[in-house]
């Protein structure tokens, strides 16, 4: 045993790599004067992460290979899990803040797909666009980060952050939020727990791997975060609340993969809790050891339907505690003397003690069992202690918290009361409990307080604007355009949102298309009326890519009679859906698409206005992912719900919608392509 | 009133047996009483389940020939015939027109056939005429209690339901608590006035109620099933329809109330456009015929054909009666070919009896070919009823229908190989369960799962199971009596009273399947969806028993002292054939004897593998199906069952039935009183036709009676699976059992019972039992003799009667 310690310690020493970086060209954003480029960088951390990344994937993949054998889609599924795994890798390696922005809007646009799967249930669609929205909020902060990032240095170096500014702190804060919606933290966590409906594959890379991208990220900026105090204290805050919230929920399912969510979401929290004490190693090492354990477990939750529910032995309280605190200080000791580096923060050797604890009270039925035990939990927490100083010494990463103590005091209050709760939940009868978990759902204020109302206020505009008759609609039209010669943002922007909030409510598939169209229009009227320098030519840009998409979609709407209809497969997408699909996807906003080059530079714009437009406009974005994923939800991934689509299409058709895609995914990833051809 | 309502609509509440225990059931059961055709839809409840494939399925069986010219005659004969007697028709020659054109019209390839199912048009309930998300609450939030209720009740921390689920209704808010507290301690008449607050007409109440608890339909079959069966007296307390119904009733009332809906009551019934527009198309068809026809014979059709009321359903029956009269007319005809002389017992040595499941069929032709070894076919509990207790609860093994046997407690010692498993194994698992624990035990442990990830999925192979488990009966005064008629029934019902082999191995069998939650299902039906071995082991303990011995010769059966039962297990994934809990100080001859049985088999096991490895679903070796952890197809199971045979084995010896067919030894020389047959019918039958009805509904409708996809099976311990996050507990049979890549492979046939007996001896039986009188009179099964050609269906049936 201590042998494979030594020899993972040397190892990780040996593994100390000079950052390798490089550009990459291809994506070029030289329109701007500034210089926008991505950048890839290989060092400790990222190989790290690389392996442990390629792991898990590839056993994803394998397991997959085999589990999906009987479906008729299986390659579509292992495309998209490589897509996903693909894109994990671009985050892993990103050398600056915008290839990272980049590398983490594409994880959740391939993990939304993979997520739906089956395309055709209701209930995964809903609980896929649920994640897609709440990551959406995440990735707007991170634009928003970004842009900022480049207003104030001209570049998005990671090194740049340094510099103890308010403006850094905003940044870093910014950046907080979208971890916090990827890696389900407390006020966000409400996607985790729905998204049971993909295959079991998907779950297990999605809780393995993908969720551990906000750590990682916490852990690539940690250096920078810890000159921030205020910053690390919301963090372990966060990560806290998180923490216990998640493993409390967690004890009330009684279903395998729900409790396994659940636990995923305490995990993420004690992950977010090491980030915010500084100690990064331990972060990083945690994500590793839990995503294998969860890896594993998501595989192997066919088999947990026969439960053994074990008999209870005598609780043993003095014995157990005498020898785990034997074993932590020999432990300590030991690694101390082998002059180590190990865990420096008390409350981390304090979860680690109660573990300990709790397997050896729990675990040995006499002395004999309980030496062994003892002695097998010392050489795992040794081995524990020594990979993580190995792992400390070659990130080089870990920080030092200046504000130990005062953490120490909030921790020990929130640990107290989250006891009591505790206690006060086992003494009451499972019906309270059940009830005090309804009236926490986080999940019920949001509908309550956001969602609802806005569906009211779509709901009272369309029943406003129904029964008025053609002049009245036309004098209406009129006073709209009005407006929007004004050229004034505000009035523009909120005129977007309100035909957002219609399209949300519409009831018939033209008229939703209908006000997207319109909103897409006033977008490009918004990005016309901006103060930047390129505004017309982004302009004529956006107009170019949408008036194509929309011409792809014009042509999947038109009918046509060739022959019999063919038989629905309920599984099966036929290709208008399919088409319709990825063309409205394109409008919100996803990397290497065209709109998400317009939103980037009117991002950059409006950051140099004022926050209000931006919150403004990232408010549009937000609604018209919201829109154009309901539409697909409700119109074209179910095919039985509208005939039009399932008609055979025409060879011409076929072409057309593939040549429309290809040239906007080029102008997408390489806009100068269509920048340059643009003279004003 | 309201009792009636939920009388009536509780039979069509399925029967759910706990996955641990999934004994496949005929998920109508309680509507025998009435003909499959009228019992799978009732037009004033709005029920309809589909019981037959789609028309564009059949035809394209009939283009492959799988349906017979001369059985679609066969079944368009029967039913225009019975058309024609209902509606008091007589003209002579009026059927064969009749049945001609039927015909005509079923194989016209011009016909539009309707390429999917018409969706029934279901009456709306009033939280599904709100908008979807907010319908989407109380639905979930029912099945999340009918899900905390039972795990709670299976921790015994609560028992009532309704004392559960009041309380924290009421917490949540002055809408839900006014509606709560009107509610009283009578269910009736809590939905009565529920129901009446809603405004629903009294002439719906059935329909609607019936939808309501639809929705539920798996957890209300649940608790049924445990009422009905029940492990423990507290079951017996279970939750029933109407406390369902009731908490169904106060969340839509609470939701009426919260919504203002102005006009509550959009609950009514439409029409089936599609019945109504397929007769149109035979009338139109009819029309079309008369063109070529003499003058008499258009009369004819104007006045009589068209009258026929033909609608898609029926016409589906007629295929269905088709396909499945094709199968019978060939077995049937295959059976009766001269055989091939019996070879005398004189020369076999041994024999074998297997259960009569499907899956042995295969596995005992495999042994004739190699070696004289005679095989028997005997339902799999051996007639044994005992239990044995388990880990967590305790396992009847014996089919749960016979609910008056008093089972008999058997004894199991499990030995772990690693005693510090457990002990491991628990600390882990509790130290998981607490709040604070799980952080750092991931942070410790969780490098080493990354080992298990490697070996689980690159080597499958290579785990084995860690307990070694034999069991024990304990023959005493009290018991011993009991426990000789057993041993002397089964004797005789395989025809072993007189005359035997030495060596006699019974045969058990298992299923040996990884990550599975439908392992029971696989497993034995009549040992109540467990393994077969122990009743193998404790058969064989009790027929080497001297004392057993010495009271059998009371009743004329000698068993010497050289003569040896030894216990099998058949495991059906691997197609292995065990030897469980060998004796010792044996004499060299019985050694010898044994010895040579096992070389036996084990050479027929290595060709049964050979062809079964073929015959399944993407070919791979069938160790790695049973091992691997992300194999959802392990093995098919009981797939394409149609057929039970009761005879002796010489006659179906020359036959290969392609594992199709149940195989039941019975001989009608040995049975004088019919007594053996009819313990055959009240058991082996009514078992096989519930496992044959489970995989045809499951086929049929997938969507009602299937549990659907298993990637997205999430388990509830000890209970069963639900789909995704949270729905209604599955009922039947995952869509991996049944499809493959979108093709069907389960062809749904009724049970075709074929018994070599006399007429008159099975009608007897059949007359004495009411269940058994219904099943076959209102075709929920076939029963035919072998020795007299006249086919006993169900039109004779009521012509006699």
């Known amino acids: ?680 | 009133m309201i009792k009636q309502t939920i009388e009536n609509i509780s039979q069509y509440v399925p029967l759910v047996f706990p996955l641990n225990h999934y004994v496949a059931s005929n998920p109508l059961w309680d509507c025998i009483d009435r003909p499959i055709e009228e019992a799978t839809q009732d037009p004033e409840l709005g029920f309809k389940v589909s019981p037959t494939l789609i028309l564009d399925d059949y035809y394209r069986f009939y283009c492959d020939k799988k349906i017979g010219k001369n059985a679609l005659r066969q079944s368009i004969d029967e039913f225009v015939k019975q058309q024609f007697e209902l509606g008091a028709y007589e003209p002579t020659g009026a059927c064969d027109i009749t049945s001609s054109l039927l015909f005509d019209f079923m194989t016209d390839s011009s016909i539009v056939r309707f390429s999917s199912k018409s969706e029934t048009q279901k009456p709306l309930l009033i939280s599904q005429q709100m908008s979807e998300s907010e319908f989407d609450e109380p639905y979930f939030k029912i099945k999340q209690q009918c899900l905390d209720y039972l795990t709670q009740f299976s921790t015994g921390t609560e028992r009532n339901f309704d004392t559960f689920w009041r309380p924290l209704v009421r917490t949540r808010g002055k809408l839900w608590a006014n509606v709560v507290d009107s509610l009283t301690e009578d269910e009736l008449a809590n939905i009565a006035s529920l129901l009446n607050q809603l405004g629903i007409p009294e002439n719906t109440h059935k329909a609607y109620c019936l939808q309501a608890i639809w929705q539920f339909k798996g957890w209300a079959g649940l608790y049924k099933c445990k009422r009905r069966f029940p492990q423990t007296t507290a079951d017996l307390n279970l939750a029933s329809i109407e406390q369902i119904l009731t908490l169904w009733l106060t969340h839509e009332l609470v939701s009426l109330r919260a919504n203002k809906v102005k006009n509550p009551l959009c609950f009514e019934f439409t029409q089936d456009s599609h019945l109504t527009h397929f007769h149109s198309l035979w009338v139109a068809f009819c029309k079309r015929a008369c063109e070529n026809l003499s003058q008499t014979s258009q009369a004819f059709i104007q006045s009589n054909a068209q009258a026929l009321k033909v609608s898609e359903q029926q016409i589906a029956w007629i295929w269905q009666r088709a396909i499945e009269l094709t199968y019978q007319n060939d077995l049937e005809k295959t059976l009766n070919k001269p055989t091939v002389q019996e070879k005398p017992a004189s020369d076999q040595e041994a024999a074998m009896v297997f259960c009569i499941d499907v899956r042995s069929e295969a596995m005992r032709r495999a042994i004739e070919e190699v070696a004289p070894i005679q095989t028997h076919g005997f339902a799999g509990f051996f007639g044994l009823t005992y239990s044995v207790a388990g880990q967590n609860d305790t396992a009847f093994q014996y089919p749960p229908l016979l609910t008056d046997a008093s089972p008999i407690r058997a004894d199991v010692d499990r030995t772990p190989c690693c005693p510090y498993e457990q002990g491991a194994a628990k600390a882990i698992s509790s130290s998981k369960k607490q709040v604070l624990s799980p952080f750092s035990l991931f942070d410790l442990g969780g490098i080493y799962a990354s080992i298990a990830l490697v070996f689980k999925n690159l080597l499958p192979q290579g785990q084995t199971a860690c307990t070694n488990e034999s069991y024990h009966l304990h023959i005493n005064d009290e018991n011993i009596d009991n426990l000789v008629m057993v041993a002397k029934s089964v004797l005789q019902t395989l025809s072993m009273d007189k005359k035997r082999p030495k060596l006699i191995a019974f045969c058990g069998h298992k299923a040996h399947t990884t990550n599975n939650p439908f392992q029971s299902s696989l497993e034995c039906g009549a040992c109540g969806g467990h393994a077969g071995t122990s009743n193998a082991v404790i058969m064989c303990q009790i027929l080497n028993d001297t004392r057993v011995r010495e009271k059998l010769k009371e009743h004329g059966i000698t068993l010497i002292h050289d003569e040896l039962f030894i216990p099998a297990v058949h495991n059906t994934t691997t197609e292995e054939i065990t030897w469980p809990q060998e004796t010792t100080d044996l004499s060299k001859e019985q050694q010898g004897r044994i010895k040579q049985l096992k070389e036996n088999v084990k050479q027929a096991c290595k060709e049964r593998q050979k062809q079964k490895k073929s015959s399944l679903p993407h070919p791979r070796a069938l160790n790695k199906r049973a091992n691997d952890w992300a194999e959802l197809v392990p093995e098919l199971g009981l797939i394409n069952n149609s057929a039970l045979i009761i005879g002796p084995r010489s006659k179906t010896q020359a036959t290969n039935l392609e594992g199709r067919a149940f195989l039941h030894c019975y001989d009608q020389e040995q049975d004088d009183d019919g007594s053996i047959l009819e313990s055959i019918f009240l058991g082996p039958v009514v078992v096989a036709h519930w496992i044959n009805s489970q995989y045809y509904f499951s086929t049929t409708d997938h969507i009602n009676y299937g549990s659907g996809n298993k990637t997205t099976h999430n388990i509830v311990p000890n209970i069963g699976v639900m789909q995704g996050n949270l729905s209604d507990i599955q009922v039947g049979l995952p869509t991996q059992s049944l499809f493959y890549r979108n093709e069907r492979i389960h062809l749904p046939l009724r049970l075709f019972v074929y018994i070599y007996a006399p007429q008159e001896r099975i009608d007897g039986i059949i007359a004495k039992h009411a269940p058994l009188k219904q099943l076959v009179e209102n075709h929920w099964i076939v029963v035919k003799a072998a020795s007299n050609q006249q086919q006993m269906s169900a039109l004779k049936n009521k012509e006699t009667g």
């Open chain 1, 1 to 680: 045993m201590l042998i494979t310690c030594k020899t993972i310690v040397n190892l990780l020493h040996q593994l100390d790599l000079k950052q390798i970086t490089m550009t990459i060209p291809i994506l070029d954003y030289t329109i701007l004067p500034i210089g926008l480029t991505l950048k890839f960088s290989l060092d400790n951390l990222s190989l790290i992460m690389l392996c442990f990344v390629g792991f898990i994937g590839s056993m994803v993949l394998l397991f997959a290979w085999r589990y999906m054998k009987h479906d008729i889609h299986r390659y579509r599924f292992h495309f998209q899990l490589v897509c996903l795994i693909f894109s994990v890798f671009l985050l892993v390696l990103s050398g600056n803040l915008l290839t990272a922005f980049i590398a983490w809007q594409l994880i959740g646009a391939s993990l939304y797909v993979l997520l739906n799967h089956y395309h055709y249930h209701p209930i995964a669609n809903k609980s896929a666009k649920k994640k897609f929205i709440i990551n959406r909020i995440g990735d707007l902060c991170f634009l928003t980060a970004v842009v900022l990032c480049i207003a104030t240095y001209q570049s998005t170096d990671f090194s740049l952050l340094a510099a103890p500014s308010s403006t850094n702190a905003t940044i870093l804060g910014l950046i907080f939020i979208a971890v916090m919606t990827k890696s389900a933290q407390f006020p966000f966590h409400i996607w985790l727990i729905d998204t049971m409906e993909a295959p079991t594959p998907v779950s297990a890379i999605m809780h393995a791997g993908v969720i551990n991208a906000g750590g990682f990220l916490l852990t690539r900026l940690g250096s920078y975060y810890l000159e921030f105090t205020s910053l690390m204290l919301i963090i372990f805050c966060i990560g806290i609340t998180t923490a216990l919230l998640g493993q409390l929920l967690a004890q009330y399912e009684n279903d395998t993969k729900k409790r396994l969510a659940y636990s995923t979401m305490g995990q993420m929290g004690f992950m977010i809790l090491q980030c915010g004490l500084g100690a990064f190693s331990s972060a990083i090492f945690h994500l590793i050891a839990h995503g294998f354990y969860k890896a594993y477990l998501f595989f192997n939750a066919g088999s947990t339907l026969n439960k053994t529910t074990y008999a209870k032995t005598p609780n043993k309280i003095l014995l157990p505690l005498i020898m785990t605190a034997l074993i932590v200080f020999v432990a300590f000791f030991a690694s101390t003397q082998l002059a180590i580096k190990t865990i420096d923060s008390p409350i981390l050797v304090v979860f680690i003690a109660i573990t300990l604890f709790t397997i050896l009270r729990s675990g040995a039925s006499c002395l004999k069992s309980l030496c062994i035990l003892s002695l097998v939990s010392f050489v795992i927490l040794f081995v524990y202690l020594m990979a993580i100083g190995g792992l400390s010494d070659t990130l080089q990463i870990d920080g030092h918290f200046t504000l130990k103590h005062e953490v120490i005091t909030i921790m020990i209050s929130i640990i107290a009361l989250a006891l009591l709760g505790i206690v006060y939940y086992r003494r009451k009868s499972p019906y309270i409990r059940r009830a005090l978990i309804e009236k926490c759902s986080i999940e019920a204020q949001y509908r309550h307080f956001i969602l609802n109302p806005t569906r009211k206020v779509g709901d009272v505009l369309i029943r406003g604007l129904m029964p008025l008759n053609k002049p009245l609609k036309l004098l209406i039209a009129a006073i709209v355009v009005a407006l929007l010669a004004t050229q004034n943002l505000f009035v523009m922007m909120a005129l977007c949102i309100l035909v957002l909030l219609i399209a949300n409510r519409a009831a018939r598939l033209k008229s939703i298309i209908f006000n997207i169209v319109i909103a897409n229009l006033m977008i490009i009227a918004i990005v016309w009326a901006s103060a930047s320098p390129i505004a017309p030519k982004l302009a004529v840009y956006q107009l170019v890519t949408f008036a194509s998409l929309l011409l792809g979609l014009a042509l999947l709407f038109i009918p046509r009679n060739l022959g019999k209809t063919p038989v629905i497969k309920q599984n099966t997408l036929p290709w208008g859906h399919f088409y319709a699909s990825v063309i409205l996807f394109f409008l919100i906003g996803v990397p290497t698409t065209p709109s998400f080059v317009t939103e980037l530079m009117l991002f950059l714009d409006l950051v140099t206005q004022s926050p209000f437009y931006l919150v403004l406009f990232s408010m549009i974005m937000l609604l018209l992912s919201l829109v154009v994923l309901h539409t697909l939800q409700t119109y074209f991934f179910n095919p039985s719900k509208i005939e039009h689509f399932n008609r055979p299409i025409s060879p011409v058709v076929h072409l057309s919608s593939i040549v429309i895609i290809v040239f906007n995914l080029m102008v997408g990833i390489h806009p100068s392509l269509l920048f340059n051809l643009i003279q004003y």
